[in-house]
């Protein structure tokens, strides 16, 4: 037995899984240290961060984030940062569930030329129909309002969702379905009130990247909102980086801003994500 032992604990430390833990985390400290540097840099003067750009604080420096809120409108563009984000998310989470689950229930030549048809999308960069995209958001009359970015955010959602959403719901058995039905529950009914609370970490996973995606956008609202107004936490601060000179303490006191909230719904939503994209991925 204690020979047995020996060995198992041998096995634990293999070299290869050394090396491995050793790249990671090489990896991890290679994609914290921006993170590690802007919040440094929001507590220094923009002296100091052009002195001594990776030299720690020597004290708390809070007058950055008063000249933030003082020398712009950080306010309106944190407000629209919020509308964006919520509206897009709420519609999102209403609208492409629903599709997917009409195209995975209902198999046919047409719901499987339709998810192709969605999955292709997923093919064609941005860049390549961002001008006809401008132009049909004016023949809408929605170009320069957040109905705007509101509409490409969830269009641009439906692909990656339908393909997420489709993948989980193969694991979920048509039994409890037919079993609500039998109840008397309508198929709209039978959607949200049986299967979709089953759908929590992969609703849990879009929430997250598409949250992301839509907080952090740059893109989009610096081009669909009028240049007289103010925009989103991104495209505001990065009004403070000029031609010739650059308010660094003021645009890592932003970013920081920008980074808080994004944080902490990720940590909170974290162990629902990991368990949506993995169990979407091995049902896929």
């Given at each position: 037995?204690?020979?047995?032992?020996?060995?198992?604990?041998?096995?634990?430390?293999?070299?290869?899984?050394?090396?491995?833990?050793?790249l990671?985390?090489?990896?991890?400290?290679?994609?914290?240290?921006?993170?590690f540097?802007?919040?440094?840099?929001?507590?220094?003067?923009?002296?100091?961060?052009?002195k001594?750009?990776?030299?720690?604080?020597?004290?708390?420096?809070?007058?950055?984030?008063?000249?933030?809120?003082?020398?712009?409108?950080?306010?309106?563009?944190?407000?629209?940062?919020?509308?964006?984000?919520?509206?897009?998310?709420?519609?999102?989470?209403?609208?492409?569930?629903?599709?997917?689950?009409?195209?995975?229930?209902?198999?046919?030549?047409?719901?499987?030329?339709?998810?192709?048809?969605?999955?292709?999308g997923?093919?064609?960069?941005?860049?390549?129909?961002?001008?006809?995209?401008?132009?049909?958001?004016?023949?809408f009359?929605?170009?320069g309002?957040?109905?705007?970015?509101?509409?490409?955010?969830?269009?641009?959602?439906v692909?990656?969702?339908?393909?997420?959403?489709?993948?989980?719901?193969?694991?979920?058995?048509?039994?409890?379905?037919?079993?609500?039905?039998?109840?008397?529950?309508?198929?709209?009914?039978?959607?949200?009130?049986?299967?979709?609370?089953?759908?929590?970490?992969?609703?849990?996973?879009?929430?997250?990247?598409?949250?992301?995606?839509?907080?952090?956008?740059?893109?989009m609202?610096?081009?669909?909102?009028p240049?007289?107004?103010?925009?989103?936490?991104?495209?505001?601060?990065?009004?403070?980086?000029?031609?010739?000179?650059?308010?660094?303490?003021?645009?890592?006191?932003?970013?920081?801003?920008?980074?808080?909230?994004?944080?902490?719904?990720?940590?909170?939503?974290?162990?629902?994500?990991?368990?949506?994209?993995?169990?979407?991925?091995?049902?896929?």
């Amino acid at each position: 037995m204690k020979d047995q032992t020996i060995k198992k604990n041998k096995q634990k430390f293999r070299p290869s899984q050394v090396a491995l833990f050793a790249l990671t985390l090489v990896l991890a400290v290679f994609f914290l240290w921006p993170v590690f540097f802007a919040v440094m840099s929001a507590f220094k003067s923009n002296g100091d961060i052009l002195k001594s750009p990776v030299a720690l604080p020597t004290s708390l420096y809070l007058k950055n984030f008063q000249d933030l809120f003082a020398q712009s409108d950080f306010v309106t563009a944190i407000k629209h940062s919020l509308i964006l984000t919520i509206v897009s998310e709420a519609l999102i989470v209403c609208l492409v569930p629903m599709a997917a689950y009409a195209i995975e229930r209902r198999s046919s030549r047409t719901t499987r030329l339709i998810y192709t048809y969605f999955l292709a999308g997923m093919m064609i960069p941005f860049h390549l129909y961002m001008f006809p995209l401008f132009k049909e958001m004016k023949i809408f009359g929605i170009y320069g309002t957040l109905a705007g970015p509101i509409a490409c955010y969830i269009s641009g959602s439906v692909a990656f969702g339908t393909l997420l959403y489709s993948s989980f719901l193969k694991g979920v058995p048509l039994e409890i379905e037919e079993a609500a039905q039998i109840d008397g529950c309508t198929p709209f009914q039978t959607f949200w009130q049986v299967t979709f609370p089953l759908l929590g970490p992969c609703t849990a996973s879009m929430v997250v990247l598409n949250g992301l995606n839509i907080w952090n956008d740059f893109l989009m609202p610096y081009l669909a909102l009028p240049s007289n107004m103010a925009k989103t936490i991104t495209v505001e601060v990065y009004s403070f980086v000029g031609q010739y000179t650059a308010r660094w303490d003021i645009v890592f006191a932003g970013t920081v801003c920008s980074i808080v909230p994004a944080l902490c719904i990720f940590i909170l939503l974290q162990k629902y994500f990991v368990k949506g994209i993995t169990a979407g991925a091995a049902k896929g």
